[in-house]
């Protein structure tokens, strides 16, 4: 065997980073971070299938006409239900007849001190944050499995999964798991085509995050960032975008955390 190498190999990285002819699933995909998302995907040629809550009904015209009709397909699916994740999947692969991408970017959050947690709110942000994520990984994976292309399975979790953020009991929780869930799957996947990687934002400056972090409360935290702000929608629609592409083919299991260097401390 040669000890030399061949230094021209080369993976065949796109540097442009270029998604033309895929399919991206982006759940939640009406919020902040999940538009940002979607117009990045459909700017590099994906077309994206939107999957929202049905409280979001009334977004769903303005959203397919900024994207472009013949570029984004939207279908209500309720993720902490199982049956509704299989329509959706069966919805999706029968108006675009193929999937590459799965985007888990549904979520929610209450700011509660943990011994006041009531048993409802917990059940809630575990079953959208972490059980979501879970059944649309399960049901997207299996269609994966058997298309002979592989793909990529992008979930969001939060810088709360690392460090300790006072009142976040239960998404501290759900996202660690997150995380955790996120490992198993890339291990057991990895030989199959299919790379699966978390992204853990800091406060992203979408309206549940403003909301969440109105005021003085909000400015005291900024001053713990060691870049002195929140994050931005296209700031994380970025680093999607990226694990989406084939130039992080190399990468699976792994957590991009995108938070100002908070986490440094």
Known sequence: MSNQYDMSLRHGVDFNFGLDGKIVVVTGGLGGIAMASNEAFVAKGAKVAI???EFEQDRVA?????????????????VTREDEVEHAVAQTLKHYGDLH?????????????????????????????????????KHVARYLLKSGHGGKIINIASQAATIAIDHHCAYTSAKAGLIGMTKVMAKEWARKGITVNTVS????????????WDGPKGEA??????????????????????LA????????????????????W
């Not at 917990?122 to 990984?137: D, K, N, R």
């Not at 084939?246 to 986490?263: E, K, P, R, Y």
């Open 51 to 53: 999957w929202y809550p």
């Open 62 to 78: 303005p959203a397919i006409e900024k994207l472009g009709a013949d570029k984004a397909f939207a279908v209500a699916c309720d």
């Open 101 to 137: 991408v799965l985007v888990n970017a549904a979520g929610t959050v209450a700011l509660t001190p943990a011994e006041q947690v009531p048993l409802e709110e917990w059940s809630h942000i575990i079953a959208v944050c972490l059980t979501g994520p879970f059944l649309c990984s």
């Open 201 to 212: 934002p800091t406060v992203v400056l979408t309206p549940m995050g403003a909301k969440a």
């Open 221 to 242: 935290m900024k001053d713990l960032i060691p870049v002195g702000r929140f994050a931005y929608t296209d700031e994380i629609a970025a680093a999607i975008l990226f």
């Open 245 to 264: 592409s084939n130039g992080a083919d190399m990468i699976t299991g792994a957590d991009i955390m995108i938070d100002g260097g908070f986490t440094i």
